[in-house]
């Protein structure tokens, strides 16, 4: 199993749903359009959970990204 890219853990880590949102540059193609979580990457089947905006911009163009983390 390799981990996929995780917030620096300080103490207890948050489950995703807790997690600050990333930036949405730092969003995988994946994570950008919801079919991922958010914070760890995995796959969203059911129960996902709105975690909220990813925000960003590219120029005048707004990017961000409406995101769903693990239940
Ligand atoms: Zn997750």
Do not use: F
């Amino acid at each position: 199993m390799t981990a996929p890219a995780q917030p620096p853990s300080v103490g207890t880590p948050l489950p995703c749903r807790e997690a600050p949102i990333p930036p949405v540059h730092e969003l995988k193609y994946g994570q950008a359009v919801g079919w991922n979580c958010c914070t760890c990457g995995s796959r969203l089947t059911c129960g996902a959970v709105h975690a909220g905006w990813a925000r960003g911009s590219q120029g005048a163009h707004v990017l961000d990204a409406e995101v769903w983390a693990c239940p």
